[in-house]
Every structure is written in structure tokens, then in C-alpha cells.
């Protein structure tokens, strides 16, 4: 059973950067499609961007030229790079992999904040 542990979140004021770390637990993360989402409050779990074993990346509209979604695969760890934050980024971040996505398993996610 795979479980993903996310990390970096934080304060940040706007235009700043966070780098998100996603870690595995229980599974090579190279023979997985990744993609991370966020909740912001009251709101829907958005689609934030998605990379596949292959290294092919794609973007929500809303995050695209911003955001940088990498692999690591001797760290074994996924990553989301934020440059040039918004208030409107505030949000939990979340990673999660196709199976456990399907199943609504979710982690805890890690909390990104983007104010003054």
C-alpha cells in the first residue's frame, strides 16, 4: 500500500516561492503517474498538475507559467516549484497517484498561505 507524505508548505508572502516535496512510502515512485491538488476553503479539491513515469508534465490553467511539477526518481520524491504566488494559491496541497486518487484516499496534505 502506497502512502505519500507532503511537505514545504508554509507562510509566504505574494510573489514569493515554495518548493512542495511529495515522499513515498511502501513503493517506487518512477512506476507512477503523480499529480498534486489543492483544497482552498469551501471550496472543491482542484487539479494543480500532473507528471507521468514518462516525465510528461501538464498544467491547470491557473497555475501554468507559475508552477513547475519535477521528479526525483533516486530521491524517490515528487516536487511542486510555485514561483510568483497569489493570495488565490492559498490553499492544502496534495499528491496522489491514480489508484489511490479513484479511491479517495487522500494524505494529510501540507498548507500553503500567500499573504501579506
Known amino acids: 500500500q502506497v502512502h505519500f507524505v507532503e511537505s514545504g508548505g508554509g507562510l509566504v508572502q505574494p510573489g514569493g516561492s515554495l518548493r512542495l516535496s511529495c515522499a513515498p512510502s511502501?513503493?517506487?515512485?518512477?512506476?507512477?503517474?503523480m499529480g498534486w491538488y489543492r483544497q482552498a476553503p469551501g471550496q472543491q479539491r482542484d487539479f494543480v498538475a500532473r507528471?507521468?513515469?514518462?516525465?510528461?508534465?501538464s498544467y491547470a490553467g491557473s497555475v501554468k507559467g507559475r508552477f513547475t511539477i519535477s521528479r526525483d526518481n533516486a530521491q524517490n520524491t515528487v516536487y511542486l516549484q510555485m514561483n510568483s504566488l497569489k493570495p488565490e494559491d492559498t490553499a492544502v496541497y496534495y499528491c496522489?497517484?491514480?489508484?489511490?486518487?479513484?479511491?479517495?484516499?487522500w494524505g494529510k496534505g501540507t498548507p500553503v498561505t500567500v499573504s501579506s
Open positions: 507528471i507521468t513515469t514518462g516525465g510528461i508534465t
Open positions: 511502501g513503493t517506487d515512485l518512477s512506476r507512477l503517474n
Open positions: 496522489n497517484e491514480p489508484t489511490n486518487y479513484a479511491l479517495n484516499y
